[in-house]
């Protein structure tokens, strides 16, 4: 991804890259969406590391009972800033830099929008994150109330939950200048005859997506800036004492925190949704229902939020509702499994290290969906709130769910990126030590929530102590097997071999006309989409 | 957003004033709701004003997405 082929094929040749910046200022002041998207995603896996690395030390202190490494604030730190640093530091912008990288190829654009804004969005990110690890030496710590930031501790919280608010405040920014460029990209600058029911479902998951980041980006923002006037200002919006409802708190970041969810989960369909067609050489299956579904699961999304509530007193009438209504959101999701079974149905099969990555994504992610079904259920729910069988289901469809589709998105892209074709043999091992470690750490969590071992405790009762240490010995070895992914990536763009044009031969969107690596430039002359 | 529909014909100048439309249009939808948040709160019935809020925000999507998948 270091070289930056001119594109010749708009028939005009220009000179204005001889005065483009090299080196350092090239990546700070790029406006180019392929450099910004290649940003994004390594941005991305770093933070994925470094998330990955507060997640094993938690790890490692629970491996047996009792306090081993770190005193309990600092575990509580540790499980706040791992939240925080996943969702808005690795899978929010690495789907943020599939999206820059692939939805002007897409639809025939040469560019995003906004060019300019797009550079802002990403160079955000990283101040923002310094922000959160720079609350860990604060006086007093790191925000340390889990990163749903529940009122009444967070309004008492040390000066770490401070600059956590701004962090969120400034990865918000991000998010909404990102969204409304996809907005505009997608709605104005697809190449004549690409209408919007012949667009890739990747990008119809995207403009989705953007949608709800519009919708509901603003509210966190609103529930974190009034967390901050009650910490400052003498508001009393959550203080119970002043006349406020904690409660409220709670409604608010779920009316934005269950969306969220789906902004982190709805691009990922969309990458299995072009993985799957590709390596079964059918078309998708259902392409207009799978863009309802989407449709409708993102209109549910807003339906649902006191699912995670389920146990603050709210009445029967209440819960019932949020109990169908969660039910009923499993009715599109089942749709989308359906179809990308029956797209796999009677197709040409093979099973290259992308298609490996979508399969475990669709057997994984329907699981996870499985448990995400039995807490819907109030009852249920009321028993295992805040349990580990919660952090199963999430990690189910977050980890095997989000991240395993961006692994098959990387391996499947990464020709069309760089130019060079990566080492099929270590991308197979990644996906079946990925695979089974994942399930080493994350299976047995729902018997420890089921036997009731709660969620954010850094000390258990010792009849958890064995799947613990089977969790704990599960998370060291994903953790591990995501070197070979960096290792792959890297050598693949220093010393891979050359790959072709269309590298994946069922593959049929605009990208793959374009040579391997896509040049700086792409589409100056919109093709015409037939 | 009536006025942001784009030409795929069109020339660079009406792109570009088509996507500063939807752009503006969109920022001030994300104003909208991020003061109506907090703006709610000061209503006589906090739970009232959010609700009102809440259905204005599922409205918008339903509409935006609606209209798309029209086309």
């Known amino acids: 991804m270091s070289s930056i082929p001119h594109d010749h094929a708009g028939g005009h040749a220009h000179d204005e890259h001889a005065h483009h910046p090299g080196g350092i200022m090239r990546w700070i002041t790029t406006t180019n969406h392929k450099d910004i998207g290649t940003l994004y995603l390594w941005f991305s896996f770093i933070m994925f590391l470094a998330g990955g690395c507060l997640a094993l030390t938690i790890r490692t202190e629970l491996f047996e009972p009792g306090l081993q490494i770190v005193d309990p604030e600092f575990f509580n730190s540790l499980t706040t800033l791992h939240g925080l640093i996943m969702i808005f530091g690795a899978i929010m912008p690495a789907a943020v830099g599939f999206a820059n990288w692939q939805v002007p190829l897409m639809i025939g654009a040469p560019d995003m929008a906004f060019a300019r804004m797009n550079n802002w969005s990403f160079w955000l990110l990283p101040f923002a994150v310094t922000l959160l690890f720079t609350s860990f030496f604060v006086p007093g710590g790191a925000a340390a109330g889990g990163w749903t930031l529940y009122a009444p501790l967070s309004v008492q919280a040390g000066m770490g939950m401070d600059l956590t608010i701004f962090a969120i405040h400034i990865m918000g920014a991000s998010s909404i200048m990102g969204s409304i460029n996809i907005i505009t990209t997608i709605l104005n600058l697809r190449a004549p005859g690409m209408t919007m029911m012949k667009m890739p479902l990747f990008v119809w998951t995207w403009l989705i997506t953007a949608y709800l980041l519009i919708a509901v980006m603003p509210v966190l923002a609103g529930a974190v800036t009034m967390l901050l006037t009650d910490r400052h200002f003498g508001t009393s919006f959550f203080n119970a004492a002043g006349g406020g409802d904690p409660v409220m708190f709670q409604h608010i970041f779920w009316f934005f925190g269950h969306p969220e969810v789906y902004i982190m989960i709805l691009p990922s369909f969309g990458i299995v949704s072009t993985i799957i067609?590709?390596?079964?050489?059918?078309?998708?299956?259902?392409?207009?229902?799978?863009?309802?579904?989407?449709?409708?699961?993102?209109?549910?999304?807003?339906?649902?939020w006191a699912h995670h509530m389920f146990t603050v007193g709210m009445p029967a009438a209440g819960q019932l509702f949020f109990m169908y209504m969660t039910m009923l959101i499993a009715v599109p999701t089942g749709v989308k499994v359906f179809n990308w079974i029956a797209t796999m149905w009677k197709g040409s099969m093979t099973f290259e290290t992308p298609m490996l990555f979508a399969i475990g994504f669709v057997f994984l992610f329907t699981l996870g969906g499985f448990t995400g079904l039995v807490l819907a259920i109030t009852p249920v729910d009321i028993q295992l709130q805040d349990t580990y069988y919660v952090v199963a289901h999430f990690h189910y469809v977050l980890v095997a769910g989000s991240l395993f589709a961006f692994f098959g998105g990387i391996y499947y892209w990464l020709p069309k990126w760089c130019g060079r074709m990566y080492n099929e043999a270590m991308g197979v091992w990644h996906f079946w030590l990925s695979m089974i470690f994942f399930n080493i750490t994350f299976f047995p969590m729902h018997f420890l929530g089921l036997a009731g071992m709660p969620r954010r405790v850094p000390d258990y009762a010792t009849q958890f102590t064995d799947w613990n240490m089977v969790a704990s010995i599960g998370a060291f070895g994903f953790g591990l097997s995501q070197l070979l992914l960096l290792y792959n990536v890297v050598t693949c763009i220093r010393s891979g071999p050359p790959a072709p044009a269309k590298p994946w031969e069922g593959a049929d969107t605009l990208e793959w006309t374009l040579p391997s690596p896509a040049p700086y430039h792409t589409f100056e002359t919109p093709p015409h989409v037939h | 957003m009536a006025n942001t529909r784009f030409d795929p014909a069109g020339d660079a100048d009406s792109r570009r004033a088509a996507s500063r439309r939807t752009a503006l249009v969109l920022s001030s939808i994300a104003v909208t709701f991020f003061a109506g948040v907090i703006l709610a709160q000061y209503s006589g019935a906090p739970g009232v004003g959010i609700a009102v809020l809440g259905f204005a925000i599922l409205g918008f999507l339903i509409v935006a997405i609606g209209r798309n998948v029209r086309k």
């Open chain 1, 277 to 304: 067609p590709a390596f079964s050489r059918k078309p998708l299956f259902g392409y207009a229902s799978m863009v309802y579904a989407t449709s409708s699961i993102a209109i549910l999304s807003f339906l649902v």
